[in-house]
Structure formats: structure tokens, C-alpha cells
């Protein structure tokens, strides 16, 4: 079956430090990848998706390759700041037919940064 | 625009009672979907709908009961409430296609005592 592994956390960082997050997953298929970040007391938000091979997905300084050779769509940003600090879940969604938009999900990274 | 919009926020159960959580969407989504947070395990997809009429079984579906009657609204009925089954629930929503994001509402927090 399909699973998504993320680095273990939480991280902790302070403001303006390059800031990575692995993700590696196994699926069939060609799945598309997804980055979901929770603020506290929220829901979670889309952050950025690849949906191919070599896509680069980016947002608000974030940034994540779909590496299908290494399995990977690791999470980096050049300078954290404090309001990055979140959950953030690597999540894919692979199948045909009925099995659209099911996603699988990592158990999530806390990350807290420190001015 | 609401997007997703979950109720209740939070709510105390007593086990073995019942009750439904309930969800709807406004953006006319075919696919919709409940999962429950859980620390250290991420989100777990309970059940999913691919549209009205039409549900099925996620990973974990013990315990819960889904219908989906409208495009807009899909309930989520604990059938007897278990200490187990105190976490977070997220209800979904997306158009068709696997590189479509899910919209998330703000999640309801359920204790079971």
C-alpha cells in the first residue's frame, strides 16, 4: 500500500535559519505529492503540490522537487521566520477510479522558530 | 465564501452515547472525506464520498457511519461512543482527480470519557 514517512520532530529554529523537512514515500503508480501545513487551532492548509516527476511546487518562500528516482519531495525554505511556526504534513494522493483525492498522510513535523 | 465548515468545535461524550458530526461545503465538490488526527500518526482517512449517494471505506471505518444525501453535507455518526475514539476530526472536501487539494475544515475536537 501507499505510506509517507517524515523526519522525526519537532524542529526547532531561529528566525532567518534554512529550514528542511524530509519526506520520502513509497506508492504505485504516479502519485501526486502534496506539503499541508496546520496553524494552531486551525485546519490544515494546502502549502504547495507536484503533481509529475521534477516539478518544483513553491509558496510563500517554500519550496519542494518531486524526486521519483530517490522517492522524495523534501520541504525547504531559505529563512524561516516565526510565523512559520506549524505542523507540516507530507501527504500523496495516487490511485484511479474511486480512489481520487484519498490522501495518505506523514505523521506530521512541528516546527518552532525563535526570534 | 465558507469553504468547509465543520460543527461542532468541541464536544464531551460519555461512552457509549452517540452522536453525528456534521459537515458541509459550499464550493459544489464532488469528493469529500473525514479524518481523524491523532498525535504522533498524522490523519487517517475514516470514510470518503466520491459524490452523492456514493461512500466507502477508509483506513480506519470502525465505529462510524457516513451517508452522503446532497453534494453539500456529509455527517459523520459515532454509533456508541469509545474512549478510543477521542481525537481530532477533519472533514475534506475537493474536486474529481488525484492532483486536486483537499480544502480542510477547522477540525472538531472530540472527547470520549
Known amino acids: 500500500g501507499n505510506s509517507v514517512t517524515q523526519m522525526e520532530g519537532p524542529v526547532t529554529l531561529s528566525e532567518e535559519a534554512f529550514l528542511t523537512i524530509n519526506c520520502t514515500y513509497t506508492?504505485?503508480?504516479?502519485?501526486?505529492l502534496f506539503w499541508y501545513v496546520q496553524y494552531p487551532g486551525e485546519g490544515l492548509q494546502l502549502l504547495l503540490k507536484?503533481?509529475?516527476?521534477?516539478d518544483k511546487g513553491s509558496n510563500k518562500g517554500f519550496e519542494a522537487t518531486y524526486r521519483k528516482e530517490t522517492t522524495s519531495f523534501h520541504l525547504e525554505k531559505g529563512s524561516v521566520q516565526v510565523s512559520d511556526s506549524a505542523v507540516y504534513f507530507c501527504a500523496l494522493s495516487a490511485g484511479g477510479g474511486t480512489s481520487y483525492g484519498k490522501l495518505t498522510f506523514g505523521q506530521g513535523t512541528i516546527l518552532t522558530v525563535h526570534p | 465564501n465558507a469553504g468547509v465548515t465543520q460543527t461542532p468545535k468541541f464536544q464531551v461524550l460519555k461512552t457509549g452515547q452517540s452522536m453525528t458530526l456534521q459537515c458541509a461545503q459550499d464550493?459544489?465538490?464532488?469528493?469529500m472525506s473525514w479524518y481523524r488526527q491523532d498525535p504522533g500518526m498524522g490523519l487517517r482517512l475514516i470514510h470518503y464520498s466520491v459524490g452523492a449517494g456514493i461512500t466507502d471505506q477508509g483506513e480506519v471505518p470502525n465505529g462510524y457511519n457516513v451517508s452522503r444525501s446532497t453534494t453539500e453535507d456529509f455527517p459523520l455518526r459515532l454509533l456508541s461512543a469509545a474512549p478510543s475514539q477521542t481525537s481530532v476530526y477533519f472533514c475534506?472536501?475537493?474536486?474529481?482527480?488525484?492532483?486536486?487539494?483537499?480544502?480542510f475544515g477547522d477540525g472538531t475536537r472530540l472527547s470520549i470519557l
Open positions: 475534506a472536501s475537493s474536486r474529481q482527480g488525484t492532483n486536486q487539494p483537499q480544502h
Open positions: 506508492a504505485t503508480g504516479y502519485p501526486s
Open positions: 507536484a503533481t509529475k516527476a521534477d
Open positions: 464550493m459544489n465538490h464532488e469528493y
